[in-house]
């Protein structure tokens, strides 16, 4: 078996993602929603890129994740696979547009696959939703898992706060982790949930567990790029280490333009025809 460090290989497949985990390698994924970042993100050498639907808040201005179309997924998954060309990329399903009916979660997930070109889709939830899985999956589509926090039932929770602190929902987590893995799932995102539980997941399960707010002992890490470079300044949740102040250094640039245009000193003769 040839043994791929994920540093050199030309392109991340989920058999790659899997032999990481095997040895021990932590595996990285930040998102990404168009075309320009994704092709920064990728370059980098990331080895999963998110098309999450985190665009919703941090693209469109909303307060949840939930108004996000299939259409507009599907836009922003387009704009990030012609950027890419080694990182893995995964794609949110959006809230309305798999539970409940596995007729509907295949189109998705067929429309996702066949109009983005992208390599996998993600999706939220664990029992409540395994016929979706399945039916996706007997397509031949990679699903990947998402438990915990699950923003798009936010309005089920009522709030952001760490889920799975009380020993039934840890359970069910747990056991939903292991559904998840016997469907046929490649990974499984585990969100805001205390870190001894996320490290006994990972432990669990042969397959690859990705980390948000869930502690060092996964499989690897996931943030959401706006939040890490410092762009979106207003969340700051304990799980982000902020890299970059993005913001800070936009402004300084917008302000000096702006100088500069005010003062006529911008454009100066070598910068004119």
């Keep these: 078996m040839t043994v791929h460090s994920s540093a050199n290989v030309k392109r991340i497949t989920t058999h790659i993602l899997q032999e990481m985990k095997d040895r021990g390698e932590k595996i990285s994924m930040l998102t990404a929603y168009d075309f320009s970042m994704a092709k920064i993100v990728d370059a980098s050498g990331i080895d999963i890129i998110l098309v999450g639907d985190s665009a919703s808040n941090v693209m469109a201005g909303h ?33 309305g547009s798999y539970q409940g009916n596995s007729s509907e979660a295949l189109r998705s997930a067929i429309r996702i696959m066949k109009e ?8 939220e939830g664990g029992s409540e939703i395994k016929e979706s899985v399945a039916r996706i ?9 998402h ?10 929770f009522g709030t952001y706060t760490v889920r799975a602190k009380e020993d039934a929902e840890a359970t069910k987590l747990l056991e939903d982790a292991k559904l998840l893995e ?10 805001k949930i205390p870190a001894d539980l ?8 042969t397959i690859p567990i990705i980390g948000i ?3 060092g002992g996964v499989d690897g890490q996931v943030l959401v790029v706006h939040d890490m470079l410092g762009i979106t300044q ?11 102040d993005l913001e800070g250094i936009m402004m300084q640039a917008f302000g000096q333009y702006i100088k500069d245009v005010k003062s006529k000193d911008f454009p100066n003769d070598k910068e004119s025809y």
């Design 234 to 244: 207003e969340f700051k949740p304990r799980f982000l280490r902020q890299y970059a």
């Design 182 to 191: 016997e469907l046929g799932c490649f990974a499984i995102v585990v969100e």
């Design 63 to 95: 307060e949840t994740t939930l108004p996000i179309t299939l259409d507009q997924m599907i836009y922003h998954a387009s704009s990030v696979v012609r950027a890419v060309s080694r990182s893995f990329v995964v794609v949110d399903i959006p809230f």
């Design 213 to 215: 707010g869930a502690g």
């Design 137 to 145: 999956l007997s397509a031949g589509v990679p699903v990947m898992g």
């Design 147 to 156: 438990l915990g926090l699950t923003p798009q039932s936010i309005y089920k």
């Design 198 to 205: 996320a490290k006994k997941v990972a432990e669990s399960v």
């Design 116 to 123: 983005s070109g992208a390599h996998a889709v993600k999706v």
